[in-house]
C-alpha cells in the first residue's frame, strides 16, 4: 500500500515536470536532499542538471495535502538518506537521493557528492526501512 502511494506521487511529479521540459519521462529526477536540521529538499533535475526547487505539492500536483503524504513521505526520505550516510560514512549534507523512473517502477539513486554509490528500487528500499 505504501509503496503504490509513493510509487503514484513520485511519478504523477516526474511526468507533470517532464511535460513541462518537453522531455521523456526518462530524462527527468527528482532531487532530494536534506541538512543537520534535518530539513528536506526537493529539486527537479532534466538528465541530473538541477532545474528548479520545488515542493512535495508541486511534485504531488496538488494545492493541499488533504491526506498528509508529505508528513509520510518526508520521514520516509530522512531516514533513507541518514541510512546512506552511515553507510557511506559522509556527511548527511553530502548525501543526495535522485528518484527516477526505472521501467514501470521508482528507483533511488544515491550519491556520495557527485559519486554514484547506490542503485535500489523504491520497493527494496521500502523494505530496508521496515515499510
Same mark, same amino acid.
Given at each position: 500500500m505504501v509503496e503504490g502511494i509513493?510509487?503514484?506521487?513520485?511519478?504523477?511529479?516526474?511526468n507533470k515536470y517532464a511535460k513541462k521540459y518537453e522531455t521523456s519521462n526518462d530524462d527527468v529526477q527528482i532531487k532530494v536532499t536534506d541538512?543537520?536540521?534535518?530539513n528536506v529538499f526537493y529539486t527537479m533535475c532534466n538528465d541530473f542538471k538541477d532545474?528548479?526547487?520545488v515542493s512535495f505539492? %508541486? $511534485?504531488?500536483?496538488k494545492r493541499m495535502d488533504l491526506f498528509g503524504y508529505e508528513g509520510l513521505a518526508s520521514p520516509f526520505l530522512k531516514k533513507a538518506l541518514a541510512i546512506f550516510s552511515n553507510e557511506a560514512d559522509c556527511e548527511i549534507s553530502k548525501v543526495t537521493c535522485y528518484i527516477m523512473k526505472h521501467k514501470e517502477t521508482v528507483g533511488l539513486a544515491f550519491y556520495n557528492e557527485r559519486k554514484?554509490?547506490? %542503485? $535500489?528500487?523504491?520497493?527494496?528500499?521500502?523494505?530496508?526501512?521496515?515499510?
Open positions: 509513493v510509487k503514484k506521487i513520485m511519478m504523477t511529479g516526474i541538512d543537520i536540521d534535518g532545474v528548479e526547487e505539492l %508541486n $511534485i504531488m500536483d554514484n554509490v547506490k %542503485n $535500489i528500487l523504491l520497493a527494496k528500499q521500502l523494505e530496508v526501512l521496515g515499510i
